[in-house]
């Protein structure tokens, strides 16, 4: 049974994904249910009745986030129905791959490279900036990533001790 707190939660998440990554607002929900359900892995009929969408938006949605590798669906031998889960990584923010950034930064390059040598200043310190705040993440973005890694195993390590104490 699908409890109010969990489809709050899974409405609030739909409209940050919606916000954030701009995908529709039933991937989002799909994304936040499958967070908190209970079992964590669900059929597309499932997600559909909690959800109160139709089985076609959530098969939708679903393909959706298995592009974006947000969601794995699995069948067990013997099954006629896949179990959608969300991936172990889905929750994390994207935005620590510097590749982007230098992508980001060669573009406003050539942004600053097709303005006409006349061009107003503010218009060129526009794409200037943009260069080199991209430049500045992608030098930063990989060692703010591996802090959260070191991070992330001393929260892990914490959460199996206290485990281990139970």
Do not use: H
């Given at each position: ?16 994904y ?61 099954d ?87």
């Amino acid at each position: 049974m699908t409890s109010e707190e969990q489809l709050g939660w899974a409405d609030r998440a739909g409209r940050y994904y919606v916000r954030q990554y701009n995908i529709p607002p039933v991937a989002g929900r799909v994304v936040g249910y499958l967070a908190v359900c209970d079992p964590p892995q669900q059929t597309i009929d499932e997600l559909a009745e909690a959800l109160l969408a139709s089985r076609s938006a959530i098969t939708g949605a679903v393909k959706l986030l298995e592009g974006y590798r947000a969601v794995r669906r699995e069948r067990v031998a013997g099954d006629r129905v896949d179990r959608v889960s969300l991936a172990p990584s889905a929750l994390e923010p994207r935005g620590f791959d510097p590749v982007v950034y230098k992508e980001l930064a060669g573009l406003a390059r050539d942004g600053l490279a097709v303005l006409p040598d006349d061009a107003p200043t503010d218009r060129r310190a526009v794409l200037e900036e943009v260069a080199a705040l991209a430049d500045f993440l992608a030098e930063k973005m990989p060692a703010v990533f591996e802090e959260w890694r070191a991070r992330r195993e001393i929260l892990r390590s914490s959460r199996e001790a206290e485990e281990g104490q139970s």
